[in-house]
């Protein structure tokens, strides 16, 4: 008997875990250690370009193999990246570890949506899919804000010993997770007696039927490009001010309280389109551009206060819409192709992002 408070209790606890970090402000860690605008742009393009090639394998594996277990390994990877940013001297090895970032990102992405939306149409509540998304950008930007607010803490105690005690959040996260409850079917013991080209035929065929779907659902084709773009804007906008809010005159101990401050924009916005139910998704979707847009000229205003206000609005306009939009995709996913096609979503954000991230690094350095 699935006792859905308690799992979705659980997903709650493990995205605490997963973004309450030391070294969550990762832009301004390697800003600190002397990387260029440029080069953390090339780190952040190398994030997208592997997100882009195991989105889709990761999606695929957690609708064969079960959601539970990827959620588990996106920890795991997410401690191997750690370590290996412990590790690095040099930009290569900082690609790797943001590589391994990427791939934690990839197994969590589709995972954690689709083993929410079936917990909860297995207990017939599925209404409650856009406050369960509500609920999980609020505890994004809160810890996401509360990680960059002990971003000078970080740089005073050191990149090594903040990522070292991240990883030992990370094994209690794990820990978590390991009592979470299945809910999809689990297809391992149906592969089990299959040969290896078996498998890889299924594989395939998870991806070419999430594929035909997107392609025959046109609208949700629109809304996976549309809320990607939307989303890839505020997000480039709230890494590039990281490093750019010391630039324009703001002090050193302001920097964390600043970007605070603006991840709460987006516990404004998760919590607003909660409110409007009933306005249509394309009056939606106008509002919150100009709100994304619209902090993004704000920062170009070179005042940290202005650049304050402006990624607060966006930040308010990207989370309004991630729900929204959210909530619409997953009634129209099939349940055994949940996690692939949202997986397909994030495939989408990271296409678009390896266009905007290079474009984005010489527009804040030189603009």
Known sequence: MLKIKKQLSKLYWSSILGNLSLSGAWVAILAARGYSLVEIGIAETVFHITSLMFELPSGALADMFGRKKCLIA????????????????????????IAFQALCYNFSSGSGEALAYDSLKLSKQTSEFERYISNQLMIYRICSGISTLCAGFALILGYKIAYGVDLIV??????????????TLDCLEQTK??????????????????FQFVIKEKKVMIFMFANSFVGAIDILLLFFLQAKL????????????ALFFMELGGLVGAKLILKLPKIRYHKIFFLTSLLV???????????????????????????ALQVRTNAILQDMFPSDKRATLTSIESFTFSVIMIVLSPLAGIVFTYW
């Open 193 to 210: 007696a299959r040969n290896k080209d078996s498998l890889h035929a299924e594989f395939i065929r998870y991806v070419k039927d999430s």
């Open 74 to 97: 996106s920890s795991i990877m997410h401690m191997i990246g750690n370590v290996i940013m412990i590790l690095s001297t040099s930009l290569s090895m900082v690609c790797l570890s």
């Open 170 to 183: 990370i094994a209690i996260q794990i820990m978590i997770l390991l009592t979470l409850q299945e809910v």
């Open 293 to 319: 847009i619209s902090g993004v000229f704000i920062e170009h205003s070179g005042i940290y206060l202005g650049m304050m206000i402006g990624g607060f609005i966006a930040a308010m306009g990207d989370d």
């Open 246 to 257: 010391p630039e324009c005159g703001i002090p050193a101990w302001g920097v964390g309280p």
